[in-house]
């Protein structure tokens, strides 16, 4: 089953929310502020365990924004003893994460198959 | 002058002046790029000045001159094939990047904001600030 906002685009998969971005460059701070609400509103629907996977296959460019809004992201995540993993970073867009140092925070996969695999 | 930068450009430097939004941000970077292409920078170059401008403008919006929509945003820029000098001056009172706190480090990592300034310092070749911190100084040596 998958819900499409105009943003994000949510499949279910079991327990596990599978979010693809719409948008190939998550820099635009509207953008940015639906984006963080929807997925604020995946954690906060359920009285389980949020169990998010975000595949950035489509995403070519990413701001210092979208960063702290995946750090806040990650904080509610935490905060419910669920789960968040991320994919399909490109090597460009990685790199971004690298020098943050925030590639050591977040639970990182080279593709959606091996996220789905490490549950 | 107090808030002049501390180093100009050697180049002729073009001016466009925008008003204070992230919408109409995006025309100096527009600009730019068109530039940086014909120049003949390679994607990686691209990419980083991309990047590292946006930050700044975002910076200036929001921090410099805090979405105030009456201020405006003065960018100041010379392409050549050797490398891209871009300065980006807001109206705000400015600020001291040394105590911006390193978000790399443990105690700080969890902070949501802050990573503007590390990737332009990462991805350009200097980043200058001037005295009243107003303004940023980036500049891009062509890498090809």
Do not use: W
């Not at chain 1, 998958?2 to 719409?22: I, N, P, Y």
């Not at chain 1, 509610?76 to 867009?93: A, H, N, T």
């Not at chain 2, 180049?11 to 003949?40: C, F, H, Q, S, Y």
Request: glycine share 4%; charged share 30%; hydrophobic share 40%.
């Amino acid at each position: 089953m998958a819900e499409e906002t105009t943003r994000l685009k949510v499949t279910k998969l079991g327990t596990l929310s599978l979010v693809q971005f719409a948008d190939r460059r998550i820099l635009d701070e509207l953008v940015l502020q639906e984006i963080e609400e929807s997925l604020m509103k995946l954690v906060a629907e359920r009285d389980q365990p949020p169990r998010l996977l975000i595949s950035f296959s489509n995403v070519d460019h990413l701001a210092s924004a979208a960063l702290g809004m995946l750090i806040t992201l990650n904080k509610r995540v935490k905060e419910k003893s669920g789960l968040l993993k991320l994919s399909d970073i490109k090597p460009q867009i990685y790199e971004v994460f690298k020098i943050t140092r925030l590639n050591k925070m977040f639970d990182i996969y080279d593709t959606l198959e091996q996220a789905r695999a490490s549950l | 002058m107090s808030d002049a930068p501390r180093r100009t450009a050697d180049e002729p430097m073009k001016e466009i002046v925008v008003r204070n939004n992230l919408a109409a941000a995006k025309l100096p970077e527009e600009k730019i790029l068109a530039d940086v292409t014909a120049a003949g920078y390679g994607e990686e170059d691209i990419f980083a000045i991309k990047l590292s401008l946006e930050e700044a403008m975002t910076n200036a919006v929001r921090h410099g001159n805090r979405n105030d929509p009456t201020k405006h945003i003065v960018v100041r820029y010379s392409v050549t094939p050797q490398r891209t000098v871009i300065c980006v001056r807001d109206e705000g009172l400015g600020f001291h990047p040394e105590l911006v706190p390193d978000c790399t480090l443990p105690e700080y990592i969890e902070r949501p904001c802050g990573r503007g300034i590390m990737l332009m310092r990462a991805y350009m070749t200097e980043v200058e600030y001037n005295e009243n911190g107003n303004e940023v100084r980036m500049v891009k040596v062509n890498q090809r």
